[in-house]
């Protein structure tokens, strides 16, 4: 990819939501590409319209880079148990238009037909005009931790800043609501003279079907896991260690 053809959706914007929902009463069959957050969240969104879909991405499990093992594999069963295909350890090659549909063709030869695509693959931040202005970039736009950038006068908050956590000691760019949120308010408190500190720990969460899970911190599958709770359904409390923390 990129295709431009109102069948496919790079989910990342308001107008994405929008270009889908208003094509979805002509499809019924949807290719999702990406197994992460958006991607499974999308699947169980477009299921409960009464689609078909199927997922297509490159892990051995849904959520394998940031879910413990166990909990991987049994989020994949339980997305197949809902009805979706899983085409696991794949990955999309090409896009071909076919009758009033797409053909989706895959890394091992497969094609499959579909009536519209939807790529929940993440975003990358647009730090172009920041860039031009001569502000610091890498991965987003770097502050301190009043939230300002190397420009006194310029702040920068939410999806595109880069900040340093406490908590986890590194430099960090998160991608959810209660970041930015919380960061949004306390960049608005500083424009106006507060000087806080940034050293909040975001939490995030998703809602998959009649499951769900909150977390907060450094949330990575290739981490030591420690947990209370045997599966998916068993309401639980896990926690990734690295370095023994």
Request: proline content about 3%.
């Amino acid at each position: 990819m990129p295709f431009v053809d109102d069948s496919v959706v790079y989910y990342r914007t308001l107008a994405d939501y929008r270009k889908l929902l208003a094509g979805m009463d002509s499809k019924q069959h949807y290719a999702i590409v990406g197994g992460g957050f958006i991607g499974s969240e999308m699947a169980a969104a477009l299921v409960g319209h009464g689609k078909t879909v199927t997922m297509i991405y490159p892990g051995d499990a849904l959520g394998a880079r940031v879910f413990p093992g166990q909990l991987a594999r049994q989020l994949s069963s339980y997305y197949r148990e809902q009805g979706i295909t899983l085409l696991e350890g794949r990955k999309l090659t090409k896009l071909a238009a076919a009758g009033n549909g797409l053909s989706v063709h895959l890394d091992n030869g497969d094609i499959l037909e579909a009536d519209g695509v939807v790529a929940g693959i993440g975003i990358e931040p647009d730090t172009g005009l920041a860039e031009m202005a001569g502000l610091k970039v890498d991965n987003g736009i770097v502050v301190d931790p009043q939230l300002r950038t190397g420009d006194d006068a310029i702040y920068a908050a939410g999806d595109v800043a880069n900040f340093y956590s406490p908590a986890l000691n590194r430099r960090q760019r998160v991608e959810h609501e209660d970041n930015a949120l919380t960061m949004g308010r306390t960049a608005g408190r500083n424009m106006a003279g507060a000087e806080e500190v940034y050293d909040h720990l975001p939490f995030f969460y998703s809602d998959l079907f009649d499951v769900g899970y909150e977390a907060v911190g450094d949330l990575d599958g290739s981490l030591e896991t420690v947990g209370i709770g045997d599966g998916l359904h068993d309401p639980g409390l896990w926690a990734c260690l690295r370095d023994g923390q």
